[in-house]
Nanobody, 124 residues
């Protein structure tokens, strides 16, 4: 069992930055591929970014490419999402997720564990 706890959300002006963190319990963090997803009011949850276990390869949605960066620190059992140049359309609840399936499956929401989410609000 893996528990994921997100933090770092908040209210920021357009053009600002935030760094989200996701702390994972247990001793198997490095064996999971990890991802960030978001869900805006009235919309479906969507993929934001993912980082592959063992290789560290990263993937970012086109909508955030060049602005957001996913990273992980296996020694600290922590996943990060650095968000720069934030826009009002980035407003959403952000969730971290863990999975051992193929990265393509994870990117489509096929994960083993979800966090509870953290709210990010970007004002114009």
């Amino acid at each position: 069992q893996v528990q994921l706890v997100e933090s770092g959300g908040g209210l920021v002006q357009a053009g600002g930055s935030l760094r989200l963190s996701c702390a994972a319990s247990g001793h198997t963090f490095s064996t999971y591929s990890m991802g960030w997803f978001r869900q805006a009011p009235g919309k479906e949850r969507e993929f934001v970014a993912a980082i592959v276990r063992f290789t560290g390869s990263t993937y970012h949605a086109d909508s955030v490419k060049g602005r957001f960066t996913i990273s992980r620190n296996n020694a600290k059992n922590t996943l990060y999402l650095q968000m720069n140049s934030l826009r009002p359309e980035d407003t959403a609840v952000y969730y971290c997720a863990a999975g051992r399936s193929a990265i393509g499956t994870l990117m489509q929401g096929g994960v083993d564990y979800w966090g509870q989410g953290t709210q990010v609000t970007v004002s114009s």
